[in-house]
């Protein structure tokens, strides 16, 4: 399982999205009087959804390399987890839950994600052979 071309191609169709909506936001009229420091809430979402996007497109292309039961698993992954992400903003949208539960929903949403991308990360790696046989913390 590779998970380096999925991971890069969803960085980077993150880092372009969060370009698009910045210039989008820098051309309206209603944020010109707004000074900078106040878009660090923009700022980190898109630093969140960046690493949200690398791991679900890496989960994607990872199916996509193996057998099509295993491509369709890491589709509806993908998939899914996208869903999970945004399911906290959507409800907060159509006030069906308040901020005080929207954003620890995202939270715990985003720490799944980040677990499931250590867990994709390891397995990785001991099928390409790069764990080491022995950790070293210090060594002189």
Known sequence: MRC?????????????KAAYLA????????YTQIPWHMFTGFASERLI??????LMTSLAIAGFHSDRRKACIGYVTSVGLHALINL?????????VPAAVSGPA????????FI???KQERNAKNASGMVPKEIIYFER
């Open 4 to 16: 380096g071309p999925g991971w890069r191609s969803g960085w980077g169709l993150a880092w372009a």
């Open 23 to 30: 210039y989008g936001i820098a051309q309206s009229p209603a």
């Open 49 to 54: 959804v960046t690493f949200a996007h690398g």
């Open 88 to 96: 906290g903003p959507i409800l907060l949208a159509l006030k069906l």
């Open 106 to 113: 995202s939270y715990v949403a985003i720490l799944a994600a």
């Open 116 to 118: 499931i991308f250590q």
